[in-house]
């Protein structure tokens, strides 16, 4: 996904609270058989080289979804117009019927459709 994301292919908008996320989620001890942690540094530059960092989006009122720890990522989704958000959280794709939501698997699939 990196060599469609470098290509072109995508846009990948992140913010500074969805870094810090994606950080402290890849610095789990489940994950350190996969990755060391100056692997994880090394993804983490390249995801904010090869990515658009816009500011963290004030939540809407309203939560929209079950979950209030995902509730910065709808609002990123929707700051930045994005096409679809991406995830495998249940929280987030049980809200196809009012959102935009892709797991990566159906974001692999339209990537390689085009």
């Known amino acids: 996904m990196l060599l469609e994301l470098h290509a ?8 500074p609270m969805l870094l810090e ?9 489940k994950f350190r058989r996969y990755v060391t942690p100056e692997e994880v540094d090394e993804y983490l ?4 080289l090869e990515s658009t ?3 963290d989006a004030d939540p809407t009122p309203e939560p929209l979804g079950d979950d ?5 990522l709808i609002a990123l989704a929707r700051s930045a117009r994005c096409v679809a958000l991406v995830s495998g959280d249940a929280h987030l ?12 698997r159906e974001f692999l ?3 390689r459709d085009r």
């Open 53 to 55: 960092l816009i500011d």
């Open 45 to 48: 530059e390249l995801v904010g």
């Open 68 to 72: 209030p720890d995902d509730e910065y």
């Open 21 to 29: 996320e994606l950080d402290e989620v890849l610095r789990r001890e």
């Open 8 to 15: 072109g292919a995508f846009e990948l908008v992140v913010s």
């Open 109 to 111: 699939e339209t990537i």
């Open 93 to 104: 794709t049980d809200l196809r019927d009012r959102i935009p939501v892709l797991t990566p």
